[in-house]
Structure formats: C-alpha cells, structure tokens
C-alpha cells in the first residue's frame, strides 16, 4: 500500500525519522518492507507506531532520508516477531540500531518500567537521540558523554542487575556483546534485533536466511540468545 509522507525529522545531513498517515499497528521489534517508486523495497524497523528512522547507505535509503513531507512511500506490514517486553530491562544500542530500541523504550516508559540505555556511535551527530533518561551514551571521539565504545561501557555494567537485555546495531558490536553475555546466567534473556538483505518479507525468497537455517524476516527479526549462535550474528 501507498501512504502519505506527514513529517520528516532531519537528525543530520544522512539521518531522518519519517512519519506516515497510517498506524499500521506495529510492535517494537517488528519491520515493514518500504520503498520509493523506481527504486528497491527494503525492510526498515519502525522507530514508533507510525515512523521509520533511516540512514543514508544505499540508493534506496538516500531517496528516503530527502523525502518530503506529502511524497507517497510504499509500505507493506508490519512483519516479523517483536520483542519481549519485560520490565527492568537494559536496551544496547549502536548506531542507526537505536531505531526499534526507541519504540520499545517509549512503550516502556508509557508502561512505567524501570529502563536503562546504553548508547554508543561514532560522533555525537550520529546520536539520532539524546533524550532518553537514564542513559550513559558513548562516542568514539569523545564529543558527546563517554569517550569509548558501546562494549566498554558494557563490559563495565552489573548485567545481574536486569531481567531482560535488547541489543541492536552492526554485527560487529552484536558478536562482541554475544560473547561477554555468554557469562551472563540469564543469558536466555538477552534478545538481539538482527539486520539482513530481505527481498519478501515474508520468508519466502531465501535471501535472510542464517547459518542455523531460521529466517530472520520471518523466525526474528528479534531472538533470544539461546535461539541463535555468533555465526548467525
């Protein structure tokens, strides 16, 4: 289905937040397959119940991240399995991955549970949000909050404190937080929110599919720790 284009939230020259007509009644955690006319549909998180946040990467996303509000954007869902929302929970967040952790911290917060963020990116310009309470963010240079990465903050948390942890960003930053989780005893309440090349959606092409066989359009795009191996991350 076609929507119309309400608001576009510039962040920085290759980061928006762009806002339909239409509450498709997502999840957080859950993805909607999103194009332009003349150009690929790709997934993209929903970063609240009527948004997508994005990123400049590829021809498609630099299409959407100019688009102006009244465009018309093709969206089909929501897909996917969405997080577990549980209370007393730390979210883990790099980069653009801040994106489905946002819709579930405001339902969070709506629901009054105790959250905290760990939020790391290479600058403070990359930092999509910096109005998350309870939270220590993390840059590379130093420009904004801790200078240092995501992992050092982490590696530097009682991890024992929460009854659940969501994790999203780069596969890089994922397998090294896999592998200090794996010291974790709760380490079944960990859940990471996976990014892949998806063409359907729906899991019928293929093109998403893991080393351990599930899909993550159709068996995620969010799983818990014990579901999934480092190879898959």
């Given at each position: 289905?076609?929507?119309?284009?309400?608001?576009?939230?510039?962040?920085?020259?290759?980061?928006?937040?762009?806002?339909?007509?239409?509450?498709?009644?997502?999840?957080?955690?859950?993805?909607?397959?999103?194009?332009?006319?003349?150009y690929e549909e790709i997934p993209l998180s929903f970063s609240s119940e009527s948004s997508f946040t994005v990123k400049a990467v590829g021809?498609?996303?630099?299409?959407?991240?100019?688009?102006?509000?009244?465009?018309?954007?093709?969206?089909?869902?929501?897909?996917?399995?969405?997080?577990?929302?549980?209370?007393?929970?730390?979210?883990?967040?790099?980069?653009?991955?801040?994106?489905?952790?946002?819709?579930?911290?405001?339902?969070?917060?709506?629901?009054?549970?105790?959250?905290?963020?760990?939020?790391?990116?290479?600058?403070?310009?990359?930092?999509?949000?910096?109005?998350?309470?309870?939270?220590?963010?993390?840059?590379?240079?130093?420009?904004?909050?801790?200078?240092?990465?995501?992992?050092?903050?982490?590696?530097?948390?009682?991890?024992?404190?929460?009854?659940?942890?969501?994790?999203?960003?780069?596969?890089?930053?994922?397998?090294?937080?896999?592998?200090?989780?794996?010291?974790?005893?709760?380490?079944?309440?960990?859940?990471?929110?996976?990014?892949?090349?998806?063409?359907?959606?729906?899991?019928?092409?293929?093109?998403?599919?893991?080393?351990?066989?599930?899909?993550?359009?159709?068996?995620?795009?969010?799983?818990?720790?014990?579901?999934?191996?480092?190879?898959?991350?």
């Amino acid at each position: 289905m076609f929507v119309k284009v309400v608001r576009v939230e510039k962040h920085s020259r290759e980061i928006a937040t762009i806002y339909i007509n239409a509450n498709l009644k997502p999840l957080p955690g859950q993805f909607a397959m999103v194009n332009i006319p003349s150009y690929e549909e790709i997934p993209l998180s929903f970063s609240s119940e009527s948004s997508f946040t994005v990123k400049a990467v590829g021809e498609t996303t630099k299409e959407l991240v100019n688009v102006k509000p009244g465009s018309l954007i093709g969206v089909r869902g929501p897909f996917g399995r969405p997080f577990r929302i549980r209370d007393n929970a730390l979210l883990i967040a790099g980069g653009i991955g801040i994106a489905p952790l946002r819709f579930l911290y405001d339902v969070m917060s709506r629901l009054n549970y105790n959250v905290r963020i760990i939020y790391g990116a290479k600058s403070g310009e990359e930092l999509v949000w910096k109005d998350f309470k309870n939270a220590v963010f993390a840059t590379d240079d130093g420009s904004f909050g801790y200078r240092g990465t995501v992992v050092d903050v982490v590696e530097k948390e009682n991890l024992e404190n929460y009854s659940a942890i969501y994790c999203c960003g780069k596969s890089e930053l994922l397998k090294k937080l896999y592998k200090i989780f794996e010291g974790f005893s709760r380490a079944k309440l960990v859940e990471f929110s996976l990014e892949r090349l998806m063409r359907c959606g729906i899991g019928v092409c293929g093109s998403c599919v893991l080393p351990s066989s599930m899909r993550v359009c159709k068996d995620g795009p969010v799983f818990s720790m014990d579901e999934i191996e480092l190879n898959d991350l």
